[in-house]
């Protein structure tokens, strides 16, 4: 059997003989032991000046981090004090923008419907003005011509020879190659109602033909239509142009498929 002991006594270093009897080996034993008992109990724990030094470095870094740390905190609340300040300064401020946006607005919409209504209402009294009026479109011009002579005539053909007229002149934008209108200022309302009626039959053979004289919304109003109403001709519908809007033949408006009803 090998001996272990030999081995443990290697690896610790000591060089061990085995006793001749139990005394000698107790005594040998505690010869061993004692010089490690007394390393343990009398060893220096006391730290070097270097340590010293050193914790005293890094106790002074800390406490200078933790002032910077302190200063940066304090000026940081200094700098959010200030902006919450700001902050309400600038909501303060928006708040009444806001409040003169809205009422801006409002009055905007106030004047757009004014706007709207004025226009209505100015349409209406040019209408009124030209309620008497007629154009002859298609009449050659001629150098030094009598428009009301040539007015005359041409109610005469249109069925009302005896139509009295206040006066008749050229009227619209000079455009080459096209003839202004003849513009007519009847004296009478009933005889531009039968001029209207009578002049399509009577003057089908003809180069000039009679038109109401609309404003310039109607007009806008009248050609925005034009092609729906030809096709409605065509398909046996008739309509009239009488007081800025389309009518059927009993007076009513008609509405048509992308016009909403007023």
């Given at each position: ?26 005594g ?31 106790e ?14 304090k ?13 309400k ?8 923008l806001?409040?003169r ?17 004025f ?16 154009r002859?479109v ?37 455009t ?5 209108h003849i ?13 209207l009626?009578?002049s ?10 009679l ?11 009248k050609?925005?239509y ?8 065509q ?25 909403l009803?007023?």
């Amino acid at each position: 059997m090998p001996d272990t002991r030999s081995k443990a006594t290697k690896k610790s270093g000591f060089t061990f003989s085995p006793p001749t009897d139990g005394a000698t080996a107790v005594g040998t034993l505690d010869a061993l032991l004692v010089p490690r008992k007394e390393q343990r109990g009398t060893g220096d724990i006391s730290a070097s000046p270097q340590t010293e030094d050193l914790s005293k470095k890094l106790e002074a870094i800390i406490e200078s981090a933790l002032q910077k740390i302190q200063e940066l905190q304090k000026d940081f609340l200094n700098v959010r004090a200030v902006q919450e300040i700001q902050l309400k300064e600038l909501q303060r401020s928006n708040q009444s923008l806001l409040c003169r946006c809205t009422d801006l607005e409002s009055k905007v919409i106030f004047l757009e419907r004014k706007n709207e209504a004025f226009t209505i209402e100015l349409n209406k009294l040019e209408r009124l003005s030209r309620r008497d009026n007629i154009r002859i479109v298609g009449v050659k011009s001629a150098q030094g011509e009598d428009c009301m002579e040539v007015a005359r005539d041409i109610l005469a053909k249109a069925g009302v020879p005896d139509a009295r007229m206040e006066r008749a002149h050229r009227d619209g934008r000079i455009t080459p190659g096209r003839d202004r209108h003849i513009l007519v200022k009847l004296s009478h309302y009933q005889d531009k109602i039968t001029l209207l009626k009578n002049s399509r039959a009577r003057l089908a053979d003809e180069p000039f033909f009679l038109i109401e004289d609309l404003t310039p919304t109607d007009l806008r109003e009248k050609r925005k239509y034009s092609a729906q109403v030809k096709t409605l001709y065509q398909e046996g519908t008739r309509l009239r142009f009488r007081g800025g809007i389309w009518r059927k033949g009993d007076g009513r408006p008609y509405h048509f498929p992308t016009q909403l009803p007023n």
